[in-house]
């Protein structure tokens, strides 16, 4: 159990047991911010930093490289490395599947105006997503995720912008003409249709008279 | 992906709740902005089809119920709510009772979604499959 020792008023004291300090930190006499020590410290602790006489179990991690010697690890709160230890493969990265979704998302809308509206946070969300998993210790999935993400973003709000801008374009240019415009487009693309049809016509057609 | 030490319902099953109210609010709002919004310029100028063209009509067949109008126009985005919306809620449950039998969420289930999209925008241009693209658009709704 070890004694361990405080410091109060500029005075050391001490030594105590572990249930002797408990107590006198539950009754007030020992502040969380006190300085303790026991041997095997490597220095003087606050005591709201010394891992096994916190009373809750949601612990805050070692300061600064300081490894207080305490048989008790702080829980892992990474929830991506919590997922990992139950699946054995490391866990993907929320903020990647995040980017991607929203990369489909932008490529799904990118000919309206919508698909910007998904893209940036498709790109922003890659971005992140990137940084944070080149910053992380533990493995945690999701690289390409993010990465294809980005680029599905980048991609829609590419076009999404071609179209923004070309309509913005035709209404400066046209003055309000546009809807006549649009129609005429419309012709045009139902005409397109109607050739492809007929040569699909064609094509069956040929095929029918060579048997 | 376990947000919390104790299994609970994880915060991506919130996207089925979310996609079947905006589809009502689609089906809503749909008929009066249609006549306003101007229809795709991409489309109509280079005849290129976006991976989204007909997106717009095959939600509004998919909110009336007309199956066969809605797979006509999108067939992607169809299958991925037709599907998608109750796998998604399947492995939401499965998060949350961890001996519910069946697929758990991988990121493979994304990738098969941008790559089946990303073949399925190609092969539309091609005049083969045809009867994957969308209706013409007509111009009284």
């Known amino acids: 159990m070890g004694e361990w020792y405080y410091g109060k008023g500029g005075q050391q004291e001490g030594p105590f047991d572990e249930a002797t300090l408990r107590q006198r930190v539950a009754s007030g006499q020992v502040n969380p911010t006190d300085l303790v020590w ?21 612990v805050v991690a070692p300061s600064s490289g300081v490894v207080p010697a305490s048989p008790y690890a702080p829980p892992e709160t990474n929830p991506a490395v919590v997922a990992a230890s139950y699946t054995g493969a490391p866990a993907t990265s929320g903020l990647a599947i995040a980017s991607l979704v929203f990369g489909i998302l932008a490529l799904v809308s990118s000919c309206m105006y919508v698909g910007i509206i998904f893209g940036i946070p498709a790109v922003i969300c890659g971005h992140m997503a990137m940084k944070k998993i080149a910053g ?19 991609i829609g709000s590419l076009l999404s912008l071609v179209t923004i801008g070309f309509v913005v374009f035709v209404l400066n240019a046209t003055d309000g003409g546009i809807q006549k415009i649009i129609e005429n487009m419309e012709r045009q693309q139902s005409e397109n249709q109607e050739r492809i049809e007929e040569s699909q016509r064609q094509v069956e057609d040929a095929g029918e008279n060579a048997h | ?135 013409p658009i007509k111009s009284e709704n």
């Not at chain 2, 489309?43 to 006509?72: K, M």
């Not at chain 2, 241009?125 to 009867?131: G, R």
């Open chain 2, 1 to 135: 992906m376990l947000t919390e030490d104790k299994p609970g319902w994880p915060r991506f099953v919130l996207v089925v709740p979310l996609t079947i109210l905006l589809l009502v609010v689609f089906r809503f709002i749909y008929p009066s902005l249609a006549g306003s919004m101007p229809s795709c310029p991409l489309l109509s100028l280079t005849g290129f089809q976006c991976p989204g063209c007909g997106g717009t009509r095959a939600a509004d067949a998919l909110v009336h119920f007309r199956w066969i109008d809605a797979l006509g126009n999108h067939a992607w985005f169809v299958l991925v709510i037709l599907i998608g919306l109750p796998l998604i809620f399947w492995m939401a449950l499965k998060e949350k009772y961890s001996t519910f039998p069946g697929p758990r969420f991988h990121q493979n289930w994304l990738w098969f979604c941008l790559v089946s999209l990303i073949i399925f925008a190609v092969l539309r241009s091609m005049e083969s499959f045809q009867w994957l693209a969308p209706d």
């Open chain 1, 38 to 58: 026991r041997e095997g410290m490597a220095e003087w602790l606050p005591l709201s930093q010394v891992a096994e006489l916190s009373s809750s179990s949601s």
């Open chain 1, 136 to 154: 992380l210790q533990n493995p945690v999935g999701g690289k390409g995720l993010a990465l294809a993400g980005l680029i599905c973003g980048y």
